[in-house]
């Protein structure tokens, strides 16, 4: 079946099978290994009545989308979010099997999406959703089947009531099911922090290489939730100046650096950045275009795009959101020259790598440290970055195609080896 006729046919999921297709052209993988490798092995779609608080009863649509089940139970967040597509979660799920493999974890790649804008409803809605969702997935979930955990629009709550629901229906306490719970709940420490705190790892570690010094580096960040205001936070205490943040009302500029402690009351108040005080008022699209050394977009996919790639004015992009760039906008800055590009399946990835953490834990029924997390991760993120690099020596190709050559080689590889069940 042709991509355009297919049931995930979107821009996003053709964005990642443009991307997919370097990499399997680099690897001379055959046309049946190649469509086995890229395809996603199951979609549940479901659609789930809930009460709302005026006795009134919504129906909502979600999906969850399993890509590969080949190398481990499949692995990847939940979004809420009002413009979730199928497409966008195949996307999602394919980047996922992408990055743990890349990452050395044992795991396939999966998404979960509801179509929903989570900030218009109440708490006890928000419950409701988020445990009939669980109990539409339940038959296609498990420790060792498929592991959500949070992505844009959920949090550690949402995953302690999915958790809750299963443990209901299971009839025991099973808190490896999901990742990113509340720490009373089997959460890991440093969860919360893990992929924004990855992202300003590989930061940091891509400046050295350039040889630019912290008071050198200005930072933008598109996205103050808790990717970017994670990596904001760790990248000032290592001594590098944020002058640029935003969220979905818009950003805020201040060239003599933005307080992020005042950022983040801020925003604990408001729930948002509109009207913050500390910088002058921009739009996103101004911000993404802002002088900077290193420009982190760290909300939702396909922000760069052709019309403003040729605009960027940083030495590094650092992906922190899955997707941020278009192939487009690919092809623009890599003809540039000028922009290193830390790609969304290596930048992002502390967050899975710390889940994994939290999964082994959870099985192990014993609880490491915040150093010891911490310690395991950047070991984890070092020996990741050697790999791509190294690989984007070897092949002459970008950072982006060297870290999926890599991802995908060892999937495929696990699909050869594994045979087809008759």
């Given amino acids: 079946m042709a991509l355009n006729q297919s049931i995930y046919h979107s821009p996003v999921f053709q964005q990642a099978c443009n991307q997919f297709d370097a990499a399997a052209d680099i690897l001379g993988m055959d046309a049946g290994l190649r469509e086995r490798t890229k395809r996603p092995r199951r979609c549940v779609v479901v659609s789930m009545p809930v009460r709302m608080d005026d006795g009134r009863i919504e129906i909502f649509e979600g999906y969850r989308v399993q890509h590969n089940l080949s190398t481990g139970p ?13 497409g966008e979660v195949a996307a999602l799920a394919m980047w996922m099997s992408w990055k743990c493999s890349l990452a050395g974890l044992p795991y396939g790649g999966g998404k979960g999406g509801v179509i929903v804008d989570p900030r218009k409803l109440s708490k006890t809605e928000l419950e409701r959703l988020s445990r009939r969702y669980m109990q539409e997935i339940l038959p296609f979930i498990g420790p060792n089947v498929d592991i959500p955990a949070p992505d844009v629009g959920t949090d550690a709550q949402v995953m302690a009531w999915m958790m809750d629901t299963y443990s209901n229906h299971k009839g025991f306490y099973d808190p490896g099911v999901i990742t990113g719970k509340p720490i009373s709940l089997g959460g890991s420490l440093g969860r919360k922090e893990a992929t924004g705190e990855g992202v ?45 943040i935003s969220d979905y009302t818009g950003g805020i500029h201040n060239p003599k650096g933005i307080d992020l402690k005042a950022a983040l009351d801020y925003v604990q108040k408001n729930k948002n950045l509109q009207g913050f005080p500390g910088g002058d008022a921009l739009t996103n699209e101004q911000l993404m275009e802002l002088p900077c050394t290193v420009l982190i977009p760290a909300a939702l996919e396909r922000v760069i795009t052709e019309k403003n790639a040729a605009k960027l004015q940083c030495r590094i992009l650092a992906e922190g959101a899955n997707g941020p760039t278009t192939y487009e906008a690919d092809q623009i800055i890599r003809q540039r020259g000028d922009i290193h590009i830390i790609p969304d399946v290596l930048c992002n990835s502390g967050g899975v790598i710390v889940s994994y953490f939290e999964w082994l834990q959870n099985l192990q029924n014993y609880y490491w440290t915040k150093g010891e997390v911490f310690d395991k991760l950047y070991r984890m993120l070092a020996k990741a970055k050697a790999s791509v690099d190294e690989t984007a020596k070897k092949y002459k190709c970008s950072h982006r195609t060297a870290a999926l050559v890599l991802g995908i080689a060892r999937v495929s590889e696990a699909k050869a080896q594994r045979g087809l069940f008759p």
């Fill in 200 to 244: 300003a790892w590989f930061v940091k570690a891509y400046l050295q290489d350039f040889g630019i010094k912290p008071e050198q580096t200005k930072v933008v960040i598109q996205g103050f939730g808790n990717v970017g205001s994670e990596a904001a936070l760790a990248l000032y205490d290592w001594g590098a100046e944020v002058i640029g």
């Fill in 74 to 86: 499949a692995k990847g967040g939940i979004r809420f979010h009002h413009e979730v597509t199928l």
